[in-house]
């Protein structure tokens, strides 16, 4: 296992971080995962035996019971990993049991302190934008957290860009701790994030914790234009994230090439493309099963070559929007340039 830098923070987290949306199971995370404190125990020690540090999880997940479960099963090495939970979600019927508020901030960080049984949480990260509570309120609460010591570092999720910008021109301004990490939606499949978050992240030096990296199961190799995986798969019952599906069916043919010359699975090919982008800090991993957990691991392992990566690049990369193909036209300001007017 190999670690990387968490954007402008001084730690390194293993680039390999292990998701926990699979354990517990009420509502729709029931159709996720829906595993029990045993199942949950035998993936978390796999992963402390394979070198992960970084542990992500969520207050949303199944109410606090994921949280609880992946408190327990790290049990003595608490101190010795990393752990990323996150605030926003609606967790219970009261109206202000939801947002970003100070007051609904202070109540689930308890919440999620007394389920993980720590006394402090790693990486505190907002969901999702809460479009009705000021930004400053839920900047200054998420920093007070921190001078309070129940935080230590504080990180976002599913924000577009200039929502991110407007956040760190803010904590700076005021002095706050400001965002070191975006935890967003990242696949050779879904490349979006690629057009403004992944530029923002290299200018303001921030890491990227892609979440979802085999698109919810469709890059796992088990979807092709033939067969479309079984009854029992994810995808049948929670077909998330959206993805062009056709284009899909391109990527996975490319890849399952690569995977068969390197001995490895789809799945495999799809982390490591991940882990060759030179933004991504720690690709969070999920599974139902052991199996898909020691498959997964295999993917630190594998080298792409220039050729191959210019092969997955050339069928999954994005059609230009404006102002990319603009931008993109040579440029008058480099020496000896005469531009393009």
């Not at 947002?99 to 609904?104: A, I, K, N, S, V």
């Not at 800090?281 to 691991?297: C, F, P, R, Y």
Request: proline fraction near 3%; hydrophobic fraction near 40%; glycine fraction near 8%.
């Amino acid at each position: 296992m190999k670690y990387r830098q968490l954007g402008n923070t001084g730690v390194f987290v293993s680039e390999l971080c292990m998701g926990a949306m699979t354990f517990g199971g009420t509502g729709v995370f029931e159709i996720i995962g829906a595993l029990g404190q045993e199942a949950a125990s035998a993936l978390v020690h796999k992963a402390l035996d394979a070198g992960i540090n970084f542990f992500d999880t969520a207050d949303v997940y199944a109410r606090h019971e994921s949280e609880q479960i992946l408190g327990k099963a790290l049990g003595a090495h608490r101190k010795e990993v990393l752990i990323a939970t996150k605030v926003r979600g609606r967790m219970g019927d009261n109206v202000n049991a939801v947002g970003l508020t100070r007051h609904h901030i202070m109540n689930q960080v308890e919440a999620s302190l007394k389920a993980l049984g720590t006394d402090y949480i790693d990486l505190y990260q907002i969901h999702m934008v809460d479009p009705i509570t000021p930004l400053e309120e839920t900047l200054r609460a998420l920093d007070d957290l921190v001078r309070q010591g129940k935080v230590r570092y504080i990180g976002c999720s599913n924000l577009t860009a200039w929502q991110v910008m407007k956040a760190l021109g803010l904590s700076r301004l005021h002095g706050w701790e400001s965002f070191c990490s975006i935890q967003a939606y990242y696949s050779i499949a879904g490349r979006d994030l690629e057009r403004e978050i992944i530029p923002l992240t290299e200018d303001q030096n921030l890491a990227i914790l892609p979440w979802s990296p085999l698109a919810g199961g469709f890059l796992t190799g088990k979807y092709t234009r033939e067969k479309a995986g079984s009854e029992g798969d994810r995808r049948a019952n929670f077909d998330f994230p959206p993805l062009d599906k056709e284009r899909g069916y391109d990527i996975v043919e490319v890849m399952q090439e690569l995977a068969d010359a390197h001995q490895a699975s789809v799945a495999q090919i799809a982390l490591a493309w991940l882990l060759h982008q030179s933004q991504v800090t720690s690709v969070i991993i999920g599974a139902k099963k052991m199996h898909q957990l020691e498959d997964n691991l295999k993917a630190v392992d594998i080298q792409l070559s220039d050729d191959e990566l210019n092969r997955l690049d050339e069928v999954s990369r994005l059609t230009p929007e404006y102002p990319h193909w603009m931008q993109a036209l040579p440029s008058d300001r480099m020496p000896g340039a005469k531009g393009w007017a």
